[in-house]
């Protein structure tokens, strides 16, 4: 088994009409055995940004917590929330930093600019980037996750329809994949607002 499904984990975002939603699945499992049924995989660095890191669970928790000190840091030097764009470039110049014991890791990033634009991207452990219009899959369910995404997606949808796209396509693909599951967590967050659900899925 590859230790980056060594935890289990689905983690989507997709694009609206000048919004964005991102999802994941909600176990956190040791191989075939389930450990917990309400783990975070989605982080909230400010109004506007958020990151999801699939992969070791232990990895994910440390690669955040050195995110938010960055984060920190450049908000007290620049009296200013970062750009998607400039974070992506931090989260990959971070991991890349670590190429050769790489955290086990594949971080899904997604946030608003700063003329409402939605901005998605991913990227694997050593930090190579892959920008994408439409959605970004990551995790162990993400084979599943790209197909239920390309046949459900669809251009400028408005944050309803994008929360029900992306709910349902999350939904699809973790019962494809064994390691994944067990509900799931999805924010669609838009220029003035931002919300949180939880969904309930199978329990098996």
Known sequence: MSIFEYNGSALVAMVGKNCFAIASDRRLGVQLQTIATDF???YQIHDRLFIGISGLATDAQTLYQR????????????????????FASLVSAILYE?????????????GLGDDDKPFICTMDAIGAKELAKDF?????????LYGACEAM?????????????????????????????WGGHVYVVTPTEVKERILKGRMD
Do not use: N, W
């Open 40 to 42: 975070q995989r989605i």
């Open 67 to 86: 995110l938010v000190f960055r984060h920190k840091l450049y908000e007290l030097r620049e009296e200013r929330d970062m750009k998607p764009e400039t």
């Open 98 to 110: 670590k190429r050769f014991g790489p955290y086990f890791c594949q971080p899904v990033i997604a």
């Open 136 to 144: 970004v899959v990551a995790g162990s369910a993400s084979e599943s």
């Open 153 to 181: 997606f669809k251009p400028d949808m408005e944050p309803e329809e994008l929360f029900e796209t992306v709910s349902q396509a999350l939904q699809a693909s973790v019962d494809r994949d064994c390691l994944s599951g």
